[in-house]
């Protein structure tokens, strides 16, 4: 059963500052994508990695994936208050390529606040 | 376009009552799915449809089911609601298997 663990689970940082946020997974993916929730609410879409060594960049976020280490890292340049917010990496389970559909396990998300 | 739509944005039911939460997408997308999120939690795969007539199960699926008649709507159907169901319900929607996944504003469901 593949599970995704996120850590830090709450992260508080100071505005300017630079941090990570880590995904691990269990089982063996190639396609793993980066989310952000406000506050009350939907997703929105920030990352799609869909190969080993995939790195993908956009303003003062960078994501990056690691296929054989099983993990994924998003990377926050001089935080800005605007980046608070919940972000979640989710994994494709698919074991084959004989399964259809995209299914996707998520992480149980990092609750990033940043201070002025 | 509108993108992906729900409806009812909230909605509280009694136990043993039952409920379809509707989605609608206008993206002419093939693959549309249902997640749950649970206070505080990621979200989970409840049920997801590859196509007009085509469904499957998720993580989750007990106590809901789930039909695709057309591209743009695939409803939730809730029967016998109980409080375990309480929960954010979102749809999403994606033109291929590897693109990212459009989301829909959610349906906050309280069962009581």
């Known amino acids: 059963e593949l599970k995704v663990e996120q850590n830090p689970l709450f992260l508080s940082m100071q505005e300017g500052k630079n941090y990570t946020i880590y995904c691990n997974y269990s089982?063996?993916?190639?396609?793993l994508y980066w989310y952000r929730q406000d506050p009350g609410k939907s997703l929105e879409s920030l990352f799609v990695?869909?190969?080993?060594?995939a790195v993908k960049q956009e303003g003062r976020l960078m994501a990056s994936l690691d296929t054989k280490a099983r993990l994924s890292t998003l990377h926050i340049t001089a935080a800005v208050h605007d980046l608070s917010a919940t972000y979640f990496c989710a994994v494709d389970r698919r074991r084959s390529s004989m399964e259809y559909g995209n299914k996707l396990v998520f992480g149980a998300g990092t609750i990033l606040r940043v201070k002025s | 376009n509108a993108g992906v739509t729900q409806t009812p944005k909230f909605r509280i039911l009694k136990i043993g009552q039952s409920m379809t939460l509707q989605c609608t997408q206008d993206?002419?997308?093939?693959?549309m799915y249902w997640y749950r999120q649970d206070p505080g939690m990621g979200l989970k795969l409840i049920y997801y449809?590859?196509?007009?007539?085509?469904?499957d199960k998720g993580e989750v699926p007990n106590g809901y089911n789930v039909s695709r008649s057309t591209t743009e709507d695939f409803p939730l159907r809730l029967e016998l609601a109980a409080p375990s169901q309480t929960s954010v319900y979102f749809c999403a929607s994606s033109p291929t298997l590897f693109h990212t996944q459009y989301f829909g504003p959610g349906t906050r469901l309280t069962v009581l």
């Open positions: 993206m002419n997308h093939n693959y």
């Open positions: 449809s590859v196509g007009a007539g085509i469904t």
């Open positions: 990695l869909l190969s080993n060594g």
């Open positions: 089982t063996t993916s190639d396609r």
